[in-house]
């Protein structure tokens, strides 16, 4: 059953659809916006009723070139108001490729890309922003969580 006044009016919030990937060396995968100081984790926003971890993969090969099945959540990162809407941030594990793994970054016209690279976890603290840095830092801490749909691992 549908309550009309659970869809009357949404929260408005953005939900970010990330993705922790590491090379064999333990390096992270970024990507460096044009938009923004500093880089980030893949990803990017979901499509209406688009699976997140979908989305998060979606995101990665369009950013990256990559095609990773996501089947884990490392972290779940809320961040209140500032100059954007509030967030939430949901961190999948990418796992690991190996090291001479190419990526295929989009012309910036097309991505708002300025490049992708690996970054040594020592250096994330000169390339991010800390609160990107922390956000890293924590899922590359965790233990993997199950991303379940309705209760099922999701496929």
Not at 118 to 127: I, Y
Request: aromatic residues 4%.
């Amino acid at each position: 059953m549908c309550d009309p006044r659970l869809l009357a009016k949404p929260p408005v919030a953005r939900l970010g659809c990330l993705v922790l990937v590491r090379n064999r060396r333990g390096d992270v995968l970024l990507v460096d916006p044009d938009y923004m100081d500093g880089m980030i984790l893949p990803g990017g926003a979901a499509k209406p009723n688009e699976l997140r971890h979908l989305a998060a993969a979606r995101h990665l090969h369009t950013e990256t070139g990559l095609r990773l099945r996501l089947t884990d959540l490392l972290a779940v990162d809320f961040t209140p108001a500032d100059r954007y809407l509030e967030r939430l941030n949901l961190v999948f594990d990418g796992g690991t490729v190996c090291d001479d793994t190419p990526l295929a970054v989009p012309p910036q016209h097309r991505s708002d890309l300025l490049g992708a690279r690996f970054v040594r976890v020592r250096e994330l603290p000169d390339v991010t922003a800390p609160s990107q840095a922390a956000r890293i830092t924590e899922a590359l801490a965790n233990r993997t969580l199950p991303i379940l749909l309705h209760g099922q691992r999701a496929a």
